[in-house]
């Protein structure tokens, strides 16, 4: 059963956007730290935003940070990454992530994710130069 469905990647040049999405079906009733997570071909996995849903408190990789922003629609259950300024080097595969077991303190780290984490199957990022 996929709890977590990533949509919105695609193809861009160097300097565009692209929003990706994260359908939520979770049926956890308490606060998750959710993140967006990318892995290129040959390198490893690597944590890009976070956001912890129990206050909106956000983090960002060096990488990104100023560039993309994470969001999330209560409402709708839908994480989102908006991705500006995009560069050759983001391109990857970009995946979400959500732990309950991850506290807002810890919230802001890859290494914070582990065996608890429901990930989803991943959309596809590519940008030209």
């Known amino acids: 059963q996929v709890q977590l469905l990533e949509s919105g990647g695609g193809s861009v040049q160097a300097g565009g956007s692209l929003r990706l999405s994260c359908a939520d079906s979770?049926?956890?009733?308490?606060?998750?730290?959710m993140g967006w997570f990318r892995q290129a071909p040959g390198k490893e996995r690597e944590g890009v935003a976070y956001?912890?849903?129990?206050?909106?408190?956000?983090a960002y990789a060096d990488s990104v940070k100023g560039r993309f922003t994470i969001s999330r629609d209560n409402a709708k259950k839908t994480l989102y990454l908006q991705m500006n300024s995009l560069r050759p080097e983001d391109t990857a595969m970009y995946y979400c992530?959500?732990?309950?077991?991850?506290?807002?303190?810890?919230?802001?780290?890859?290494?914070?994710?582990?065996?608890?984490?429901?990930w989803g199957q991943g959309t596809q990022v590519t940008v030209s130069s």
């Open positions: 979770r049926t956890t009733l308490v606060s998750s730290c």
């Open positions: 956001l912890y849903t129990g206050g909106g408190t956000t």
């Open positions: 992530a959500a732990d309950p077991r991850v506290l807002s303190y810890n919230c802001n780290s890859a290494s914070a994710f582990g065996t608890t984490t429901s």
